[in-house]
């Protein structure tokens, strides 16, 4: 038996029925991370000492049978953005690199409370500005399936260490596709919940409006199982819902038969890879065989997307970044610096890099007083547009199915010498984050041997239809089982 194959239902019920201790299984997870990681480089740091200290107790508590959870004793990563208390959070950046946060993010807490067992942070592109995992400050994160190609970002490291196998789940952050993309690309499945149904505090905020915490797992009921366990109210972030968490597991296997699949237009354009295509038109028809019915929508502002998406994402991070300034935490470079202005923009200069730097700016420059009105004011009026969209074609359709990306995952350094050309493959996820709606993307094929991707988009609040299109699909198909061959 390979542990690191195991589902969390599976390792779960191994667990509780003693043929396994949370030791054993989170050492096999630590082995291979040691064995398998160097070639991949999902992790930033692993917390080995803490992984098996929370083994241990995880064990005593499935021995007293006292408080036992679906997670207890379940080893996890999570993204280098969110905080973890006495382990180093860093946002894959210099400006942060030896921060070790005093607190737990809300999310942390609630993981730790159910008995996960931490394995370490992933890696990312750093404060999450990227698509490919390619702008972390230490080194870049290998897709599983392929050395040579991206993992997808930003959560690249997640998404890679879930479909390398080095945790039986893995936390990723969502402000424009972060954890759908990647997981398209590594052909894992992965949630962006509604914005407000997980708290984000402790999460190191890039956009403040967009980002949402979300898990990737082996199928849809793992991811089921672990936003039952993060999600709901926080007193500690008023931007999230006070309405009950559905019981998503439970409901899982209800009937899809004669709900309404909604294939939006402007999804599907010259352009995309012809191996993509194909496999979402399977994915469509194999929908339609488990007694969905199909219709065409149209979601008409998509065209405005992106540059809504990057014009008030640049906004809020240049605001958002303000903070990283040499004097509070952090780096702080002061070396032959004449006052705190000096300090200021020395360690500005040597902790971001380029990709932040160009975000700040083109933010600081939509903020300022001769713009404001024709850039940020417009593209928040725009947001509106393309949330109505979505509610337009939520009033016809209970669920809608669109690609993740365009292509599959491209090579290493394909792109990274054109910034927009990187932004243009964000096009297929950022428009649900300005429209706040939650989205599951899964795999659903392969196109020159690299996974497909496809995203069910929802109505606010309503994950639990996309758990159970996303579980009906995975039960007639075999592409979430697959597993890259790493020598």
Same mark, same amino acid.
């Given at each position: 038996?390979?542990?690191?194959?195991?589902t969390?239902?599976?390792?779960?019920?191994l667990?509780?029925t /003693?043929?396994?201790?949370s030791?054993?299984?989170?050492?096999?997870?630590?082995?291979?991370?040691r064995?398998?990681?160097?070639?991949?480089?999902?992790?930033? @740091?692993?917390?080995?000492?803490?992984?098996?200290?929370?083994?241990?107790?995880? +064990?005593?508590?499935i021995?007293?049978g006292?408080n036992?959870?679906?997670?207890?004793?379940i080893?996890?990563?999570?993204?280098?953005?969110?905080?973890?208390?006495?382990v180093r959070?860093?946002?894959?950046?210099?400006?942060?690199?030896?921060?070790?946060?005093?607190?737990?993010?809300?999310?942390?807490?609630?993981?730790a409370?159910?008995?996960?067992?931490?394995l370490?942070?992933t890696?990312?592109?750093?404060?999450g500005?990227?698509? =490919?995992c390619?702008n972390?400050?230490?080194?870049?994160t290998?897709n599983?399936?392929? *050395? +040579?190609?991206v993992?997808?970002?930003?959560?690249?490291?997640s998404?890679?260490?879930?479909?390398?196998s080095?945790?039986?789940? @893995?936390?990723?952050?969502d402000t424009?596709?972060?954890?759908?993309?990647?997981?398209?690309?590594?052909?894992?499945t992965?949630?962006?919940?509604?914005?407000?149904?997980?708290?984000? #505090?402790g999460?190191?905020?890039?956009? =403040?409006? !967009?980002?949402?915490?979300?898990?990737?797992?082996?199928?849809?009921?793992?991811?089921?199982t672990? *936003?039952?366990h993060?999600?709901?109210?926080?007193?500690?972030?008023?931007?999230? #819902?006070?309405?009950?968490?559905?019981?998503?597991?439970?409901?899982?296997?209800?009937?899809?038969k004669?709900m309404?699949?909604?294939?939006?237009k402007e999804?599907?354009?010259?352009?995309m %890879?012809?191996?993509v295509?194909?496999?979402?038109?399977?994915?469509?028809?194999?929908?339609?065989? *488990?007694?969905?019915e199909i219709h065409?929508?149209s979601?008409s502002?998509?065209?405005?997307?992106?540059?809504?998406? #990057?014009?008030? *994402?640049?906004?809020?991070?240049?605001?958002?970044?303000?903070r990283m300034?040499?004097t509070?935490?952090?780096?702080?470079?002061?070396?032959?610096?004449?006052?705190?202005?000096d300090i200021?923009?020395?360690t500005?200069? %040597?902790g971001?890099?380029?990709?932040?730097?160009?975000?700040?700016?083109?933010?600081?420059y939509?903020?300022?007083a001769?713009? #404001?009105?024709?850039?940020?004011l417009?593209?928040?009026?725009?947001?509106?547009l393309?949330?109505?969209?979505? %509610?337009?074609?939520?009033?016809k359709?209970?669920?809608?199915l669109?690609?993740?990306? &365009?292509?599959?995952? !491209?090579?290493l350094?394909e792109?990274t010498?054109?910034?927009? %050309?990187m932004y243009?493959?964000?096009?297929?996820?950022v428009?649900t984050n300005?429209?706040?709606?939650?989205?599951?993307a899964? &795999?659903?094929? !392969?196109? /020159?041997?690299?996974?497909?991707?496809?995203?069910?988009?929802?109505?606010?609040?309503?994950?639990?239809?996309?758990?159970?299109?996303a579980?009906?699909?995975?039960?007639?198909?075999?592409?979430?089982?697959r597993n890259?061959?790493?020598?």
């Amino acid at each position: 038996m390979q542990l690191h194959t195991l589902t969390i239902q599976e390792a779960h019920q191994l667990l509780v029925t /003693k043929q396994v201790s949370s030791v054993e299984l989170t050492q096999a997870f630590l082995q291979r991370i040691r064995e398998i990681d160097p070639k991949i480089k999902a992790y930033v @740091t692993v917390s080995e000492e803490l992984a098996l200290e929370q083994a241990r107790k995880a +064990d005593e508590r499935i021995a007293k049978g006292e408080n036992v959870t679906p997670l207890t004793g379940i080893p996890f990563s999570i993204k280098d953005c969110i905080s973890t208390r006495g382990v180093r959070t860093t946002c894959s950046s210099k400006i942060l690199e030896n921060y070790i946060p005093q607190y737990n993010a809300t999310v942390t807490d609630k993981l730790a409370q159910a008995g996960a067992v931490l394995l370490g942070k992933t890696n990312m592109d750093e404060f999450g500005m990227g698509s =490919s995992c390619e702008n972390s400050a230490f080194f870049n994160t290998h897709n599983p399936w392929n *050395l +040579d190609h991206v993992p997808g970002g930003s959560s690249g490291g997640s998404a890679a260490a879930m479909s390398a196998s080095l945790a039986a789940f @893995t936390i990723g952050e969502d402000t424009g596709g972060s954890v759908r993309m990647p997981a398209g690309f590594c052909g894992v499945t992965g949630i962006k919940p509604t914005y407000g149904r997980v708290s984000r #505090y402790g999460l190191i905020a890039l956009a =403040s409006s !967009f980002d949402c915490i979300g898990p990737m797992t082996r199928d849809a009921c793992d991811c089921a199982t672990v *936003l039952e366990h993060i999600a709901g109210h926080d007193p500690l972030d008023s931007t999230t #819902y006070q309405s009950p968490i559905s019981n998503y597991t439970q409901n899982i296997n209800k009937p899809i038969k004669g709900m309404k699949l909604g294939i939006p237009k402007e999804y599907f354009v010259a352009g995309m %890879e012809a191996g993509v295509e194909t496999a979402l038109q399977e994915a469509i028809r194999a929908c339609e065989k *488990l007694g969905m019915e199909i219709h065409e929508v149209s979601l008409s502002h998509t065209k405005y997307a992106l540059p809504v998406y #990057y014009l008030l *994402l640049f906004a809020e991070a240049s605001a958002n970044l303000a903070r990283m300034d040499g004097t509070r935490f952090g780096l702080s470079v002061s070396e032959g610096a004449k006052d705190v202005i000096d300090i200021y923009l020395q360690t500005r200069r %040597e902790g971001f890099g380029d990709e932040v730097k160009r975000r700040i700016m083109l933010g600081a420059y939509a903020l300022s007083a001769g713009y #404001y009105d024709a850039y940020y004011l417009k593209a928040q009026k725009v947001r509106t547009l393309l949330r109505r969209d979505f %509610e337009a074609a939520f009033s016809k359709v209970d669920i809608l199915l669109a690609p993740t990306s &365009p292509t599959t995952a !491209f090579k290493l350094g394909e792109k990274t010498s054109n910034p927009l %050309e990187m932004y243009l493959s964000d096009i297929y996820v950022v428009a649900t984050n300005p429209a706040g709606v939650p989205a599951i993307a899964l &795999p659903c094929g !392969f196109s /020159k041997d690299m996974p497909v991707g496809m995203q069910l988009i929802g109505k606010h609040l309503d994950e639990q239809t996309l758990f159970q299109v996303a579980h009906a699909y995975q039960q007639v198909t075999d592409w979430h089982k697959r597993n890259p061959k790493i020598s």
